[in-house]
């Protein structure tokens, strides 16, 4: 009897939970993260990891493997990534997006309060966007999101979705006037936070100076308040300080008390620098409080002239030839498996080159050669010692040379050129402090927390940055006009060009926006100035509305002085070369061949000597050359520590210019940039 009691218990057991696990619904949600599918699982109360594994046919090693920061015990309503079985995708899950950029699996750690049904916000979806890309957008999390939206499967162009609203509660951070509080998003960058808040990066920082440290997911900061903007019952407007302006004479110049300018920019002090933008309160009703010029308020010098800004001097660095031997590790793709297939001997079976893995970088490493013997020519000594590493998200090959500490004595690592492979070797050069150089990838998250890291493609900020300086230069006084076609095209580099712009052109007011779908080609000709030169920036690569922009800006070119800027797509347009001959056309990438440049000339007839073949940039034919060259150039010119002298190395190469900026207690960004313009019906570099 005793057996049997004991039996029934365990059946019962058993029932219960197999009941629970019952319980535990499939998420009908996919995402697609680093090229593998994953279910996005929201934990609901009493769920455990093992519970949740047997629910959806995966180990547990797995789950944690997918879920790095996974603890024992699940908190409700977080957030996981449970990888999609080979049966399951066959399936067809109701509910499949990808989302536009990776993102991390983590939620963000905050209070949410009840949602506020009697406030949504009403989204028209936009080409590209996803379900995180909504969460993040307006900081609520997806599943509430989803919850609001029954019905709606799949994300659709043109689509109208419901956006609940919640109220934040982050703790940590004290109320502060004209501020609120806003928590970081996985993957969330410092560009695209200041881009929602339509405030600089520079402005962004200075309100966090804990942001010159890195951003961290989670981190709670203060970004401004727009629906209050500073003063109580105020608007605001921005203001561009000019030099020898003060607070007082600020406060003269809008009627308004110096204190309401103080509490709407709390972290200026009254360190006034030309170019700078304050936010102005504008009062809806009342009478302005008049300042008396002598009154005094605590930490703040109201009669301080705004000055010039003042940048840090570069440090000394002496350049002089090191005659010892570098070692440097190419980390390549050949995916040497598959050369055997590889046939050269009958001509009528030859495919492309693309056709065969193995000849993917190919190019890239003829580029390195080159660029080696001709360093070595210059008296460089080096190694090159060439591995063979993962392509795609495989990292076997990867994790095999740094259990083997193969290259623990390397000067500089140049690759992997995959994401996955190269987080891993990142964390290995930073442990050994090496040099690491990633030739492919825009992502600036792989600069982050890792000064050793060197990113060769600019990101998006920067290299938006380094055009707005390099035209200003270029076009010195000149009259600036931004033009897209409408709020969402191109919005982003817009806004950065708007306002780095200002700041770089010799008055702000010469700086112009202009919307085509409210302005019409009117609103565009009507921002030019018969007395400068106008440089309109066209950042569309519409194919009706280019050429037909270009036509009317053609008829009025002999009543202004007009340089465009196109986008580096406008190759593919069919356009009228004589419009862009006329309207002296300029262009920006961040590569440009030069084919008349004599080192190009000198290069592609080494090239077709060696490999009976032409160099090509797409296939990385002037890249693997370039940063070789440049890097080996450097180490024998600044030694091992070439990298504290980054900064000030400007040697431009073959195919682009490298100018390097440090990531506050990150890595290298390069922020170069060529512009190139058409010039007798020939495209060459802009001097």
């Excluded at 019962?12 to 995402?31: D, G, M, P």
């Excluded at 804990?210 to 970004?223: A, F, P, R």
């Excluded at 300080?241 to 008390?257: A, G, H």
């Excluded at 565009?524 to 030169?533: A, D, F, V």
Aim: charged share 20%; with cysteine; hydrophobic share 35%.
């Amino acid at each position: 009897m005793k057996r049997y009691l004991t039996g029934l218990l365990l059946i019962c057991l058993t029932s219960a939970l197999f009941s629970q696990e019952s319980a535990i619904k499939k998420s009908q949600v996919i995402e697609t993260y680093k090229g593998k599918q994953y279910y996005i699982h929201f934990v609901d109360q009493g769920q455990s990891i093992s519970s949740i594994s047997r629910a959806y046919g995966v180990s547990i090693d797995e789950l944690k493997l997918a879920n790095p920061d996974i603890g024992e015990v699940l908190q409700v309503d977080k957030m996981l990534m449970i990888p999609v079985s080979s049966e399951d995708i066959q399936a067809k899950p109701a509910i499949s997006v990808k989302p536009e950029k990776p993102t991390d699996a983590p939620a963000i750690t905050v209070k949410l309060s009840k949602p506020d049904t009697s406030r949504v916000t009403q989204h028209i979806v936009a080409p590209k966007e996803t379900w995180y890309a909504l969460s993040r957008l307006y900081n609520v999390p997806v599943k509430n999101i989803i919850e609001a939206n029954p019905g709606v499967d799949t994300l659709r162009i043109g689509q109208t979705v419901v956006i609940p609203s919640y109220v934040l509660q982050p703790a940590g951070l004290p109320v502060r006037p004209g501020f609120v509080t806003h928590v970081v998003a996985p993957q969330e960058t410092l560009y695209g936070i200041s881009n929602r808040y339509k405030i600089s990066v520079d402005e962004l920082v200075n309100i966090n100076p804990e942001l010159k440290n890195g951003l961290k997911s989670g981190q709670v900061i203060y970004v401004p308040d727009r629906k209050t903007n500073g003063a109580s019952g105020s608007e605001t407007i921005k203001h561009v300080v000019k030099r020898k302006e003060t607070l007082y004479s600020i406060s003269k110049l809008y009627k308004i008390d110096i204190s309401d300018i103080l509490r709407a920019n709390p972290d200026m002090h009254g360190n006034l620098r030309k170019n700078d933008v304050i936010l102005i309160p504008v009062k809806k009703k009342g009478t302005p409080v008049q300042m008396n010029e002598k009154e005094v308020f605590p930490d703040h010098d109201l009669n301080l002239e705004a000055t010039e800004p003042v940048f840090p001097k570069k440090s000394i660095c002496v350049n002089r030839p090191h005659d010892q031997v570098f070692n440097i590790a190419l980390l390549i793709p050949f995916q040497l498996s598959y050369s055997e297939s590889i046939l050269t001997t009958e001509v009528s079976s030859l495919k492309l080159p693309s056709d065969y893995p193995s000849l993917d970088f190919i190019q890239f490493y003829e580029g390195v050669l080159i660029a080696a013997d001709d360093a070595e020519s210059r008296g460089v000594r080096a190694k090159i010692h060439v591995y063979d590493t993962d392509a795609g998200s495989g990292t076997m090959k990867t994790q095999r040379l740094i259990s083997n500490n193969s290259l623990k004595n390397m000067d500089l690592i140049i690759g992997p050129l995959f994401a996955n492979g190269f987080e891993l070797m990142s964390e290995y050069a930073k442990e050994h402090k090496i040099p690491v150089v990633n030739p492919l990838s825009q992502r600036n998250e792989i600069l982050e927390a890792n000064p050793f890291v060197i990113k060769i493609q600019p990101s998006g900020w920067s290299y938006y940055n380094s055009i707005c300086r390099d035209m200003a230069a270029a076009f010195p006084g000149a009259n600036f006009t931004v033009m897209r076609m409408n709020d969402t095209e191109n919005r982003s580099m817009a806004d950065v060009f708007i306002s780095e712009l200002k700041k770089a052109a010799s008055s702000p007011d010469l700086v112009h926006d202009v919307n085509y779908s409210v302005q019409h080609a009117s609103g565009l000709i009507g921002t030019l100035h018969p007395n400068k030169t106008n440089v309109i920036l066209l950042l569309t690569s519409g194919k009706a509305l280019i050429p037909s922009l270009l036509s009317q800006l053609n008829d009025v070119r002999n009543s202004y002085n007009i340089a465009v800027v196109g986008m580096s797509d406008w190759k593919d347009l069919e356009i009228d070369f004589s419009y862009l001959h006329n309207l002296n056309a300029h262009f920006f990438a961040p590569w440009f061949v030069d084919y008349s440049d004599g080192s190009v000339i000198d290069y592609i007839q080494e090239f077709r000597r060696r490999y009976q073949g032409e160099p090509e940039p797409e296939r990385y034919g002037y890249l693997g050359y370039d940063v070789t060259r440049y890097f080996l150039e450097a180490l024998y010119l600044y030694g091992p520590d070439f990298m504290d002298c980054l900064p000030e190395i400007k040697n431009p190469m073959l195919s682009r210019d490298f100018r390097f900026y440090q990531s506050p207690g990150g890595g290298f960004d390069n922020t170069g940039v060529r512009l190139y313009r058409l010039n007798n019906y020939k495209f060459e570099p802009l001097k």
